[in-house]
């Protein structure tokens, strides 16, 4: 699947390059593969770093905990455990709630709604990832590409954002190609 993604990559620099050399233009040149090694450098980063983030999920996970626990959308559309196999054959008999109980088992779901929001605790989780060596690498490459186009009088604004645009084209280009089984 990455071989197939990178081929749709690879067809479209070359096809810019194809243009450039075409237009004899090589500002337009080093500006477009700045920004597509760029591009594809921070792309790489991310991909690796929530590789790896999951990858250490997985390894700090108990998966027999994981298949023995109700899952989060279980607890909330059976909170009673009303539809387990033990409540069916015990209990026959349903009980009707009444209005005051139905507000509080709202009140309570809205409030395990607001508790599982916890913004803080996910940006911790995927801190690693979003700091990951390879991204920022990506991002100083970046700047560095386009500071030094800049001091030498090489940047071009619409050739360095067709260069970096490459990388997100051909991933829509790619989705829309392959297939995934």
Known sequence: MIKKFNLIFLAFDVGIVLFCFLQNNMVWLINTQVAFVSSMAITIGSYLGYKNNIKKRLANTDIDALNNTPDSIDNIDDQFDLY?????QNDT?????SAQEIKEVLAKEKQNLKNQ?????????????????YRVFGYVLLIIGFFYLNNNNLLSPIAYMVGFLIVPIAVVVSKLIIKEN
């Open 117 to 133: 929001k916890n913004t803080i605790k996910n940006t911790t989780a995927t801190f690693t990832a979003i700091t990951s060596f």
């Open 84 to 88: 387990s196999e033990e409540y069916i």
């Open 93 to 97: 008999e349903q009980k009707e709630l």
